[in-house]
């Protein structure tokens, strides 16, 4: 039997891309649909987008219509001052994330239809199986995506020689395959600009001949190595007649960093793909598997959770999905689920590739759904949620690297857009480091917090390691800079306290005059994101031993900022004064910030505040997208309400059918993607997260254990989560109680604390 936690299993090939299963190093993604007539392997490269750098367009009179803006919003004329906003300072939208090519391949299939098929992705591995009987013929097919030797790589086998099919290369972009010196290549080129309307992407102005309008050049290529006769012709390669046959794929394109032009600087890529194709193939296939294995398990096995099972492992997960939702006990699928965003981390995000999108790494659609870019609000935070309480440092540096781009492009639109110091991002961010506003609403374009919150995951990324060298050289200055930002920005209310405005709760909106307005004096989640970010300021400057003008500026500015305020049902505000929400269900729980992921309100030490977060999230509802979901399940973990948040869990598992695309909903895709629907990656990092806070909670000199375990998890145990302090924690629990703990680290200043108790 397979193992019900770990092994994503089904008994017939993909028809969907969303019933596919995805394979990644950080670098190349692939999803493999496992068919046996016609095969197809979507491929994805992390750094193909369209367009190029450039310069952000902003209206001369934008910073002088943005203090209009501020001036009406502190008399409470917000519609007003929406009005002037929406006119006068948005921008323009980013970049997409685009899908790279396909590998198709046509078997000789003569016959009947194939028998005793099973599909498996082992999660604990990283590789992709395929076993099926055809015409008396055993066939078998191994897949990984290798980190150390930065390809695709494929084996194919049969027990007799009759494997015989042809391959080809193909994509949904301007290029062209051809067949050089016993390769099969794919050259080809990004249109430079996005566009909604594809049937507009084949036009010259999109692939323009002048270098400096160009985009991002591209080159995939495929070798094939077998027992059987291979050979290389017009644009296809054709094995025959072999009982084993290895597919060798690898890529590289000509983007050379954010800030220089991939035509006029880009870096050479052709021959650098096939280099790396002529060493890879060169290697033995045990090799080459045993050195994707050893990188790939290092990193996955640290973290091990057993919930119990149900003897599931031989029905397959999509059938699971269906069976949980109707009611039969699966516990091993919330562990199942876990596992999956913890390999979904070491799939898509690896220290020197790009921070994971709103897809991973993993898209098939010309023009996906926002771009696949990062949406920064909440999205591209909840990806990285999970990573560093799952003891997985190495992969949180891709967006530590991501903020450094960010500081210095939003260093530019800080100064252009606002005549401040430091840096600032807005709601969308792309590969060229997009950092200022975009079109279309104040609900979304205008919010310049970003910078802000993605602070707080370069401050964590020093709580979880101890590493002060890091805080030192790249920490402390990076939350600086952001720091510079929001002292500028900040102004005096009615009352006296320092707000940021005008400012917008995303992706909100309430009832003002007769109108839809989202514009307020100020917003719960601008002011919770400044505070804590000035509250880690100073707890970093005591680290580094640091007292300055600049620490002084944040200390006196902390002391007189905006508190948190609850309204009228005992909730807590989302605006600066009670407002009648237009959707109160909305998706976007902002003003809950400093519940989740900040630890400004807890329930031990801010309890009123706890309670008026509890009742927000009962106004809220429990319905939601699948990040939406994904986010609930932490608060109410963060509450200490474990049966809420499992149930909020189980709602997640909803199978939802591939071709699903409800805006509305959530739930979960046969693959187990999240289902926002449409899919999104978020959700299931946000699922993974919940588990974690459901079992350990750490702040800086506290470890809670088991805050919100859900009374049906009876038994179990978690072995590997990292709490803040660079500590390693194992938990074992028998009858819902603690029973036994260990703790790996320095914890001579941290208490340990279960059930309200601490433990010696």
């Known amino acids: 039997m397979l193992n019900d936690s770990l092994n994503l299993y089904y008994s017939s090939p993909a028809k969907e891309w969303i019933e596919a299963l995805p394979l990644g190093n950080g670098s190349i993604g692939a999803m493999v649909f496992g068919k046996t007539n016609t095969e197809k392997i979507c491929m994805n490269s992390d750094t193909l987008w369209t367009g190029f750098p450039r310069e952000t367009a902003i209206k001369e009179n934008t910073y002088e219509n943005f203090l209009k803006a501020r001036e009406l919003s502190l008399e409470g004329k917000y519609d007003e001052a929406q009005d002037i906003i929406e006119a006068e300072c948005l921008g323009n939208w980013t970049q997409s994330y685009l899908p790279l090519c396909d590998i198709d391949i ?40 290798s980190a150390p030797d930065n390809a695709f790589i494929q084996k194919y086998s049969a027990n007799k020689k009759v494997l015989s099919f042809k391959l080809s290369l193909s994509t949904q ?42 985009g991002i050049s591209f080159r995939a290529a495929v070798k094939v190595i077998s027992d059987g006769k291979v050979s290389y012709s017009g644009k296809y390669i054709t094995v025959e007649n072999a009982s084993k046959a290895y597919i060798f794929f690898t890529t590289e394109n000509s983007f050379n960093g954010f800030q220089k032009h991939p035509a006029l600087e880009g870096k050479e890529y052709k021959d650098a793909c096939l280099k790396m194709l002529e060493s890879v193939s060169a290697i033995d296939y045990k090799t080459l598997k045993k050195s994707h294995l050893d990188d790939f398990t290092a990193l996955f096995s640290r973290v091990s959770l057993d919930l119990g099972s149900d003897n599931k492992g031989d029905v397959p997960t999509n059938k699971r999905l269906i069976k949980h939702d109707k009611g039969a006990k699966d516990i091993a699928l919330y562990t199942l689920i876990f596992n ?4 979904l981390i070491v799939s898509a995000s690896r220290q020197g590739t790009q921070a994971t999108n709103l897809q991973g790494i993993w898209n098939d659609k010309l023009r996906a759904p926002w771009h696949s870019n990062y949406t920064v609000n909440i999205n591209t935070e909840m990806n990285y949620w999970p990573v560093l309480m799952c003891n997985l440092a ?62 707080e995951h370069i401050y964590n990324h020093y709580l979880y390691t101890n590493d002060k060298e890091y805080l030192k050289e790249t920490g402390y200055p990076l939350m600086k800079k952001s720091a510079e930002f929001f002292l500028d920005m900040l102004v005096e209310d009615k009352d006296g306290y320092l707000i940021c405005a005008p400012s917008t709760s995303p992706e909100n909106d309430f009832h003002f005059n007769k109108k839809h307005v989202s514009v307020s004096a100020t917003s719960t989640m601008t002011m919770a994101i400044i505070r804590e970010l000035f509250e880690n300021i100073l707890k970093s400057a005591k680290v580094l031993d640091i007292n300055d003008d600049f620490t002084k500026d944040v200390e006196s500015a902390l002391g007189k900022l905006l508190p948190f305020k609850t309204g ?27 519940l989740h992921p900040a630890t400004l309100i807890t329930p031990d030490e801010t309890p009123e505040l706890a309670a008026a977060c509890k009742k927000s999230l009962e106004l809220r509802g429990d319905n939601g997208t699948g990040w939406s979901l994904g986010w609930k399940i932490n608060m109410w973990a963060r509450l200490w309400d474990g049966d809420h948040a499992l149930k909020l869990l189980k709602m997640q598992l909803r199978p939802v059918l591939p071709k699903q695309i409800r805006y509305h909903g959530g739930g979960t895709y046969p693959n187990l993607f999240d289902a926002h629907p449409p899919f999104q990656i978020d959700g299931n990092y946000g699922c993974t997260s919940g588990i974690c806070e459901m079992l350990m909670q750490s702040r800086e000199g506290k470890i809670i254990l088991l805050p919100a375990l859900p009374s049906s998890w009876k038994n179990g145990k978690i072995k590997g989560l990292k709490a803040i302090g660079n500590v390693t924690v194992d938990i074992e629990w028998k009858d819902g109680k603690l029973a036994k703990y260990k703790l790996d680290g320095d914890t001579s200043n941290i208490d340990v604390i279960y059930n309200g108790k601490i433990l010696k």
């Open 106 to 145: 046509k078997f000789d299939t003569k016959g009947c239809r194939a028998k005793k098929y099973k599909r498996i992705l082992d999660l604990s591995t990283g590789i992709h199986t395929v076993n099926y009987e055809k015409n008396g013929t055993e066939f078998k097919r191994e897949a990984f995506v």
């Open 394 to 455: 190495e992969c949180n540096l891709p967006i530590v690297e991501f903020v450094k781009d960010l500081a210095i492009s939003g260093e530019k639109i800080a100064q252009r857009r606002y005549h401040a110091r430091g840096f600032c991002v807005h709601h969308n961010v792309d590969l060229w480091r997009h950092a200022d506003c975009v079109a279309g609403s104040s609900q979304w374009a205008f919010w310049p917090m970003a910078g802000g919150w993605l602070c």
């Open 340 to 343: 999956f965003g913890r390999y």
């Open 568 to 594: 009228s049902q005992g909730e807590l505000l989302e605006w600066y004064e009670e407002q009648e929400a237009v959707e109160p269900h909305h998706r976007h729980k902002s003003h809950l910030y400093g």
């Open 173 to 214: 972009l301007k290029g062209d395959s051809f067949i050089e010196n016993d390769v099969l290549i794919l050259d080809g080129i990004c249109p430079s600009d996005e566009q909604d309307n594809l049937e507009l992407l084949n036009r010259c102005e999109f692939y323009p001949e002048e270098k400096e309008l160009q």
